[in-house]
């Protein structure tokens, strides 16, 4: 009986396997940040200008700084248009580059894609399964195409999503001759996939409690 006690009190202060891989920063081996379509077009003098890209490409930014601090996985989702009818993304175009602001440096993986879905076609749901992730950390834009699209098959692949909601831009919708506002897209979009789909964080946020 002693023995059995002995041994119970030792095991108390062995490490715990469970938490091998997390980090001091909160974070674990096992969570990926995605930046999903981080491109020239998508800014000033580009051909599809969003609103508040370049804030948005800022505060993926500092995301994207934490990440690599911590040296967690990174993944740069790129965008090139096929569609004859494509005006932006065109393929060997400035405008289709990743953006300065999010540029990919050393091994950091590119996936290219070619529809709003990063996971249709491309090798992206290999390589997270592959490297046991399963959870991930999203911005990028269109918030209501890609983004949105992205999220939702995600989750259905079972991951876990952190969407950095200002680490992500949209732009103006019509429907029935009425304009819907950026940022009444944005929100909408946001509340959608909210709770479910995704915690949706503010960079703020998430670098605070990181």
Do not use: W
């Not at 108390?12 to 969570?31: A, E, R």
């Not at 506002?181 to 959608?192: D, G, P, R, W, Y």
């Amino acid at each position: 009986m002693k023995k059995i006690i002995l041994i119970l009190a030792i095991s108390c202060f062995l490490p715990n396997p469970g938490f091998s891989q997390q980090k001091q920063s909160g974070h674990t081996m096992k969570t990926t940040l995605i930046l999903i379509d981080i491109q020239n077009d998508y800014f000033d003098k580009g051909t599809m200008t969003l609103v508040g890209s370049d804030k948005a490409g800022m505060n993926a930014k500092l995301i994207l700084e934490r990440f690599r601090t911590d040296s967690l996985p990174i993944i740069h989702i790129q965008h090139i248009a096929t569609s004859p009818s494509a005006t932006f993304f065109l393929p060997n175009t400035k405008g289709a580059e990743i953006h300065d602001h999010v540029k990919p440096m050393g091994k950091e993986k590119i996936i290219i894609k070619h529809y709003p879905n990063s996971f249709r076609e491309t090798e992206l749901l290999d390589y997270l399964r592959t490297g046991n992730i399963t959870d991930l950390v999203i911005c990028g834009m269109m918030t209501h195409m890609c983004i949105d699209a992205t999220v939702r098959v995600a989750k259905d692949h079972g991951f876990r999503i952190t969407l950095i909601g200002d680490a992500c831009a949209t732009r103006a919708l019509e429907i029935n001759g009425q304009t819907v506002k950026a940022e009444e897209v944005q929100k909408s979009f946001l509340a959608a996939l909210n709770y479910f789909y995704a915690t949706v964080k503010t960079t703020g946020d998430y670098l605070n409690v990181k």
